[in-house]
């Protein structure tokens, strides 16, 4: 079993930052990818960005430019370091953690939630 502990998220006006951390615990992967995902009201839930071991950064085309996810692999813990809000960025963040060679969604963190608003 692996435990998530997210951490960050709140209140923010537009064109504001936030910056969300989530620390993995328990049964570490040797090779992981972790992940930030999010859900509105109403839509499903979407991938923001996914980052493997020591690897390049996958990002949602409507966060590129503005969110940056990053790493401390000593630490097992990812950040999502969010610039530039906007009110469409308000969501549930969920932290994904899972090993990219299985097929199953891996674990997930219980969710921050984020809102833009002035």
């Known amino acids: 079993q692996v435990q998530l502990a997210e951490s960050g998220g709140g209140l923010v006006q537009p064109g504001g930052s936030l910056r969300l951390s989530c620390a993995a615990s328990?049964?570490?992967?040797?090779?992981?990818?972790m992940a930030w995902y999010r859900q509105a009201p109403g839509k499903q839930r979407e991938l923001v960005a996914d980052l493997l071991s020591r690897s390049s950064a996958n990002y949602a085309d409507s966060v590129k430019g503005r969110f940056t996810i990053s790493r401390d692999n000593a630490k097992n813990t990812v950040y999502l370091q969010m610039n530039s809000l906007k009110p469409e960025d308000t969501a549930v963040y969920y932290c994904?953690?899972?090993?990219?060679?299985?097929?199953?969604?891996?674990?997930w963190g219980q969710g921050t939630q984020v809102t833009v608003s002035s």
């Open positions: 328990g049964n570490i992967f040797s090779i992981s990818v």
């Open positions: 994904n953690y899972r090993d990219p060679q299985a097929t199953d969604s891996g674990y």
